[in-house]
C-alpha cells in the first residue's frame, strides 16, 4: 500500500470512528455544553479523541450508578425491616421559613430526616482536628470505622494505619475503605497491601467501580467522602484526608480545611453511611453490618438539629444540586460561600447572581493559588457575572484553602466534603450535614470570617481591566467545566 492510499485509509477509518463517537456523543450528553466539548475532542485528534471519548466519555455511570443505588435500596429496606430505626425527630420549627425548607428537604431526601439533640465541633487544620480524631481510635473499645478519600504514605497514614493494626490486636474490630483512585499512590507504592493481613480485625477496602480486567476504565465514580466512627458514639467527618498536608511541619503551614466532630443521633447516621459504602464494596451480609451493638441508643447531647446530606450520582444525579439551589435562591440576607474548587453549573451560578442582584450580601471565599491549576483558571471564568451583580469575592493567600462551607443567614449551614463544581454535584459519592443550630453556626461563621481577612477581594474595575491572556486562559479551562 501506497504512503497515499495509507493516509486516505487512516482519514477514512477516522471519519467512521470519529461519526460514530459522535453520534453516541450527541445521543447521552444531557448537556449540550458537555456534548460540544466531546466533539471538539472527538475530531481534534484524530484517533486518539475517540479512544478518550471511549475511556471517559461513554456514560458507564448511569448503569454503574443504578448498580450502587440497588444495593443501596436493599441496604435501606433490610434496615427498615430489621432495625436499627432512624433517630425520630420531632417538628419543633416555628419560623416559616425553616418550616418551608424542611418541606423542601423532606421531598429530596424522604429517607434521611432532620435529626435533633446533637452537638457538632468545628476544627479548622488538621492541627486541631487529628488529635481529637486519634484519641478516640486510642480510646477505642468495640469498632472503629474509618473512610477516606486519600490514605496517604506519609508520617499521618502510617501512624494512623499502625494505630489501628495496634486497636484491631487488642481486640477491636477496625474497618478501612479508601478511595483507590484518590490514594493511587499509596496503592501503587504498596503501602496499603502491607497493612491488609497486619492484624486479624482489621479489614481494609477499596472503592473503585473501574475494573481494567473487563475493560471498565470510568474513573468518574469517586468516594469522596470522609467519616471516622468509633464504637458508634462519636463521629468525625469534613474535608480531611488522611494525610499530612493537613498538619504543620517545619517550613510549611497545614492546609486550611474544615472538619468536624459530631455527637448525638446523627452519629448514627453516618454509621449507617460507612457500612452502606462498605457492604457495596466486600459483601459483607446486611445482618453482621446493622447488629445492634453497631447503634448504640444515643441520647440527645445538644442543641444542634442535623441532616445527612449525601451526594451520589442517581439517575438524575440532582440531590446535591436541588438542596444547594433550594438554599441560594431561599437566602433572605446573607450567603457566605466557601469552596477551594469553585466551577459551578449554570442553575448555581444564576441562583448567586439572582442573589446578589436582590440585594443579598454574597460573598465566595476561594484560594488565591489552586493545587489543581486548571480548575482555578476555569473558575475564575465565572467571576466576572458575579462581581457584575454585587457579589464580593475574596482569594486567600496561601496556606491551599480545601475548606467547604455554606452558611446562609446565620440559620442554616451545610458542610461537608463536597466542592461547588460538576464532579462534587454530579460524579461523587460525597457526605454533607446540614446544620440548624445558633452555637454551631456562630462557631462556623468565625471561622469562615477568619479565613476571609486573610485573603485579597476582587475589585470590578480592576477585573475588567485583567490581561487579555488572563481571559483567554480562563475561558480555555472552562471548556472542560462539565468534567472537573
Keep these: 500500500m501506497t504512503l497515499v492510499h495509507w493516509i486516505e485509509w487512516s482519514w477514512l477509518a477516522h471519519l467512521a470512528v470519529g461519526v460514530i463517537a459522535s453520534l453516541h456523543a450527541i445521543r447521552i450528553k444531557r448537556e449540550a455544553s458537555s456534548a460540544l466539548l466531546w466533539l471538539f475532542i472527538i475530531w481534534s485528534f484524530p484517533f486518539l479523541g475517540a479512544a478518550i471519548y471511549a475511556a471517559y466519555g461513554v456514560d458507564r455511570i448511569s448503569a454503574k450508578a443504578a448498580l450502587r443505588e440497588t444495593a443501596a435500596s436493599a441496604f435501606r429496606t433490610h434496615r427498615a425491616a430489621h432495625g436499627p430505626a432512624p433517630a425520630a425527630s420531632r417538628n419543633l420549627l416555628t419560623d416559616p421559613w425553616a418550616q418551608s425548607l424542611e418541606r423542601a428537604l423532606n421531598t429530596v431526601l424522604p429517607d434521611l430526616p432532620s435529626v435533633e439533640g446533637n452537638r457538632i465541633q468545628v476544627f479548622v487544620t488538621g492541627d486541631e482536628a487529628y488529635p481529637p480524631m486519634r484519641a478516640a481510635m486510642a480510646a477505642a473499645q468495640h469498632h472503629i470505622h474509618l473512610q477516606t478519600f486519600i490514605l496517604a504514605n506519609d508520617s499521618i497514614g502510617r501512624d494512623w494505619m499502625d494505630l489501628l493494626v495496634q486497636k484491631a490486636h487488642e481486640g477491636v474490630q477496625v474497618r478501612v475503605l479508601y478511595d483507590r483512585f484518590g490514594s493511587t499512590p499509596a496503592v501503587l507504592t504498596g503501602f496499603i497491601h502491607r497493612y491488609r493481613r497486619a492484624a486479624p480485625r482489621l479489614r481494609i477496602a477499596g472503592w473503585s467501580l473501574a475494573n481494567p480486567w473487563r475493560r471498565q476504565v470510568q474513573v468518574n465514580l469517586r468516594n469522596h467522602r470522609k467519616i471516622l466512627v468509633v464504637d458508634g458514639r462519636v463521629a468525625f467527618?469534613?474535608?480531611?484526608?488522611?494525610?499530612?498536608?493537613?498538619?504543620?511541619?517545619?517550613?510549611?503551614?497545614?492546609?486550611?480545611?474544615?472538619?468536624?466532630?459530631?455527637?448525638?443521633?446523627?452519629?448514627?447516621?453516618?454509621?449507617?453511611?460507612?457500612?452502606?459504602?462498605?457492604?457495596?464494596?466486600?459483601?459483607?451480609?446486611?445482618?453482621?453490618?446493622?447488629?445492634?451493638?453497631?447503634?448504640?441508643?444515643?441520647?440527645?447531647?445538644?442543641?444542634?438539629?442535623?441532616?445527612?446530606?449525601?451526594?451520589?450520582?442517581?439517575?438524575?444525579?440532582?440531590?446535591?444540586?436541588?438542596?444547594?439551589?433550594?438554599?441560594?435562591?431561599?437566602?433572605?440576607?446573607?450567603?457566605?460561600?466557601?469552596?477551594?474548587?469553585?466551577?459551578?453549573?449554570?442553575?448555581?451560578?444564576?441562583?448567586?447572581?439572582?442573589?446578589?442582584?436582590?440585594?443579598?450580601?454574597?460573598?465566595?471565599?476561594?484560594?488565591?493559588?489552586?493545587?489543581?491549576?486548571?480548575?482555578?483558571?476555569?473558575?475564575?471564568?465565572?467571576?466576572?457575572?458575579?462581581?457584575?451583580?454585587g457579589a464580593r469575592i475574596v482569594e486567600r493567600h496561601p496556606p491551599f484553602l480545601h475548606a467547604k462551607a455554606l452558611i446562609i443567614d446565620d440559620t442554616v449551614a451545610l458542610v461537608g466534603t463536597a466542592n461547588v463544581d460538576s464532579r462534587s454535584l454530579r460524579l461523587n459519592y460525597e457526605t454533607n450535614l446540614l446544620v440548624m443550630d445558633r452555637d454551631f453556626l456562630g462557631q462556623l461563621k468565625e471561622a469562615v470570617l477568619a479565613e476571609f481577612q486573610c485573603g485579597d477581594e476582587l475589585n470590578w474595575g480592576a477585573w475588567v481591566r485583567r490581561p487579555h491572556w488572563h481571559m483567554w486562559l480562563e475561558r480555555t479551562a472552562a471548556l472542560l467545566s462539565p468534567t472537573l
Excluded at 469534613?238 to 517545619?250: A, K, L, S
Excluded at 460507612?274 to 453497631?294: I, K, N, Q, R, V
Excluded at 443579598?360 to 457584575?388: C, F, I, M, S
Design 237 to 389: 467527618t469534613g474535608g480531611m484526608n488522611v494525610t499530612e498536608i493537613n498538619v504543620t511541619r517545619p517550613g510549611r503551614p497545614a492546609d486550611r480545611d474544615f472538619h468536624f466532630e459530631v455527637h448525638g443521633p446523627i452519629v448514627r447516621e453516618l454509621q449507617f453511611s460507612f457500612l452502606d459504602d462498605w457492604h457495596f464494596m466486600t459483601g459483607e451480609p446486611a445482618e453482621s453490618l446493622l447488629a445492634p451493638e453497631y447503634f448504640p441508643e444515643l441520647p440527645p447531647c445538644g442543641s444542634a438539629r442535623v441532616r445527612l446530606v449525601p451526594g451520589a450520582p442517581t439517575g438524575d444525579g440532582e440531590t446535591l444540586p436541588d438542596i444547594l439551589f433550594t438554599l441560594l435562591t431561599m437566602a433572605r440576607r446573607q450567603i457566605l460561600l466557601v469552596s477551594p474548587y469553585f466551577v459551578p453549573t449554570l442553575d448555581i451560578l444564576r441562583a448567586l447572581r439572582s442573589a446578589a442582584l436582590r440585594g443579598l450580601d454574597v460573598r465566595l471565599l476561594v484560594p488565591k493559588e489552586n493545587n489543581h491549576v486548571y480548575a482555578g483558571w476555569a473558575g475564575r471564568a465565572y467571576y466576572g457575572t458575579l462581581l457584575q451583580a
